[in-house]
Each structure stands twice: as structure tokens, then as C-alpha cells.
């Protein structure tokens, strides 16, 4: 479902709600916001607060304001936020995608030209489906007596099926080969042992497509040591979680990989990294990975040339190489690697 809420000369306009978030997220939202309607695409942003001061303030783990919104227009792009770490208010990411119902997680994870990663001579193009609303996210968590908690987690038929399904119709649809799964099914036997279930069941409906799976810590050496072997990995919510920022590793860091957040209904995009307080508000931050999360958004509301013409000069800057930020090697502000952008476009 894509929020069209006009056309113009033919064209279509689209409304998005633009939620900029803490850290370095107002500063690559503003940059991606250039980018994106410099591709020509026409997108009526609907900017709205999302910080974890406002959480704080409003005692609310997603404001009103930003359901509201996100309600009406059905698409999102959004900035990190700052979650309290063991303490403070829940995570209003989890939070989010349990309200929105945002079931998939999805983060393609590509090299890109010119970018110096440990796995120079291999091309690593593989894409994550995280599972998004349960597992141990489902925050239900209780203190027996003093010292001693226990964390539950969730796995559901439902919810397993959910994702599965998503990941292979990908697969499917974008003509690629082989899904893994991972799981810790010998030891979360019933837990896992369910997740894994679920997609052996799936995978039989999808019979062109090579079906494989892997224990949580070999997949993690596999990928460190084979990375060019992946191509669609299927996880429940943590090990995806995990195994995200491990794979935006393979291909130069967190600056550079994008994820959405995907349900029936609505579509949040952003990217894996989050408010990166180290660099915040010192114009450094990369903001790529924001770029190619609203390379993902604009497929998604059907601007395919537009989502091309961005992609292809994002690529044109690094193959260039001359106008990187410092997490790759560079020495550019997050505004000249956003100026030399849209100079490719032009
Ligand atoms: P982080 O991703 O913010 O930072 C990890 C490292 O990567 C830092 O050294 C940072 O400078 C670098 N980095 C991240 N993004 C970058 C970019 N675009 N350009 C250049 N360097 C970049 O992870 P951290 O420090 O664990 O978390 C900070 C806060 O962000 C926490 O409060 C966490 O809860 C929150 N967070 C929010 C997320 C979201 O809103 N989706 C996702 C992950 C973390």
C-alpha cells in the first residue's frame, strides 16, 4: 500500500512522513531529503519530532504525533533514536514495528565500489530478513527475586510462517538462489526448533530455490570467512539483529547499510546504524546508509528511475572515490559527500 495522494502532469506525488530522530539522525535525514527530490521524484515530506528527549517528555514509547502520522501516510523514513541502555523507557524501534505491525526486517548488504573493506577481491551482495515483533524483543522480562531475572522468548507459528514466506517470495521475485536459515535449534529446541519448522515448511513451496541452514555461530564464522557464499538469510529477531551489523562489517561499516521495516500495511525505512552520539553534530556522519534506505522507499512507492538515478550516483561517488567521509576512509563532510551526489545526478 503506498501513499499516493495526487497526481501531477502525470506524475504521482507521494506523501511520507520524515521522522529525523537523535544523534546524527537530523543531519542524514536532511541530507537524504536533498538527495531524494533531487532524483526528480515528488515526495510531500511530512516532517515530525521523534527524539528520545520527546519519549521522555511525553511518557510515551511512540508519540501520538508520530502514529498519527505514519496512519495517514503509510510510509516512513526515519532517523536513529537513542534507547536508555538497562534502564529508561522502552525502545521506541521495537516499539514501533510491534504497533505498525512491521513484521519484516529487511537490510541488503552490498559493496559498493571503491571502498576498502577487509574483502577486497570479493563482491558481496546478500539481504537479511530479520524477523521484527517477537523472540527476545517481546520485552517480557521479570526479576524472580532480587538478582536473579528471567527474559522470555517468543516464537510463534505465525509470525515464523510471516517472515519465511516474505523471504522466499523475495527470493523469488529478485531471482535469487539459495535461503539460509539460521537458528540455535540444538539447544533452543522448541524455541528455534519451531522457527526452523516453519521455514522447512515454506521452502517446500518455493522448490526452485536452494533451501540451506546454519547454527547462529557457524553462520557468523561463514560469513566472516565466505561472505560471497550468502545470498538471502532468514533470522529470528536477535541473531538478525546481530548478524546485520557483522554483515554491514563485511562491506565497510555502518555508514553504508540500509534496512526497511515491512508489514501488511505500512513501510518504515532506515538505516541499520543508530544516533552515533561519538560523531553527532560534528557534520561527519555518512549518510549512505539513509540514501540507500530511501533507494529501498522509492521501489517501494513505484519511483523506479528515481531510486536508479540515486543508486547510480551514489555508486559514481565511490567508485570516484575522492569524496568520502571518514568511517570509509575519506575526508569529506556529510555535506560535500551530499553535494558530490548530487553533482552525479545532475
Ligand atoms: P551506532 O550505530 O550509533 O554507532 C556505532 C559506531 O558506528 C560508532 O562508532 C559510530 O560513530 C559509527 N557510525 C554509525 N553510523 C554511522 C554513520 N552514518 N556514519 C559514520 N559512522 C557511523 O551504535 P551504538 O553506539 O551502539 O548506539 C548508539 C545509540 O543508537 C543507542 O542509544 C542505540 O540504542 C541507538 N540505536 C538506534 C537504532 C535505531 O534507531 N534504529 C539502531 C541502533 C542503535
Redesign the pocket.
Known amino acids: 500500500m503506498i501513499a499516493e495522494v495526487a497526481r501531477y502532469n502525470g506524475g504521482v506525488l507521494h506523501r511520507v512522513t520524515v521522522l529525523p530522530?537523535?544523534?546524527?539522525g537530523p543531519e542524514?535525514i536532511q541530507a537524504t531529503v536533498r538527495a531524494v527530490d533531487a532524483t526528480g521524484a515528488k515526495i510531500d515530506w511530512q516532517w515530525v519530532e521523534l527524539s528520545?528527549d520527546l519519549i521522555e517528555r511525553t511518557g510515551q514509547s511512540v508519540p501520538d504525533t508520530v502514529l498519527e502520522s505514519l496512519h495517514l501516510n503509510r510510509v516512513g523514513l526515519?532517523?536513529?533514536?537513542?534507547?536508555?541502555?538497562g534502564g529508561g523507557f522502552q525502545?521506541?524501534?521495537v516499539a514501533l514495528r510491534k504497533r505498525l505491525d512491521l513484521f519484516a526486517n529487511v537490510r541488503p548488504v552490498r559493496s559498493l565500489p571503491g571502498v576498502k573493506t577487509r574483502f577486497q577481491d570479493v563482491k558481496i551482495d546478500l539481504v537479511i530478513f530479520r524477523e521484527n515483533t517477537e523472540d527476545l524483543y517481546s520485552g517480557l522480562e521479570h526479576e524472580v527475586v532480587t538478582d536473579v531475572v528471567t527474559s522470555l522468548k517468543v516464537i510463534t507459528r505465525a509470525a515464523s510462517v510471516r517472515i519465511a514466506r516474505y523471504a522466499f517470495d523475495y527470493a523469488r521475485r529478485n531471482g535469487r538462489k539459495k535461503v539460509t536459515a539460521v537458528h540455535k535449534a540444538n539447544i533452543m529446541k522448541l524455541g528455534d526448533g519451531l522457527f526452523l519448522r516453519c521455514c522447512r515448511e515454506v521452502a517446500r513451496e518455493f522448490p526452485e530455490i536452494l533451501y540451506q541452514e546454519l547454527i547462529v555461530d557457524n553462520a557468523a564464522m561463514q560469513l566472516v570467512l565466505r561472505p560471497e557464499t550468502f545470498d538471502v538469510l532468514l533470522l529470528p529477531n536477535l541473531y538478525g539483529d546481530i548478524v546485520s551489523d557483522l554483515a554491514a562489517g563485511l562491506v565497510g561499516?555502518?555508514?553504508l547499510v540500509p534496512g526497511a521495516n515491512m508489514g501488511e500495511k505500512y513501510a518504515l525505512f532506515?538505516?541499520?546504524?543508530?544516533?552515533?552520539?561519538?560523531?553527532a553534530g560534528k557534520g561527519?556522519?555518512?549518510?549512505?546508509?539513509?540514501m540507500q534506505s530511501a533507494i529501498l522507499m522509492l521501489r517501494h512507492l513505484g519511483e523506479i528511475e528515481a531510486a536508479q538515478k540515486l543508486e547510480s550516483a551514489i555508486e559514481r561517488v565511490y567508485a570516484e572515490g575522492t569524496t568520502l567521509?571518514?568511517?570509509v576512509g575519506g575526508k569529506a563532510t556529510t555535506e560535500q559527500f551530499t553535494e558530490a551526489v548530487l553533482s552525479a545526478m545532475a
Open positions: 530522530g537523535d544523534g546524527i542524514v528520545g526515519k532517523g536513529p533514536v537513542a534507547t536508555p541502555v525502545s521506541v524501534n561499516g555502518l555508514g532506515e538505516a541499520v546504524h543508530g544516533s552515533a552520539p561519538d560523531i561527519i556522519a555518512n549518510p549512505t546508509a539513509l567521509t571518514a568511517d
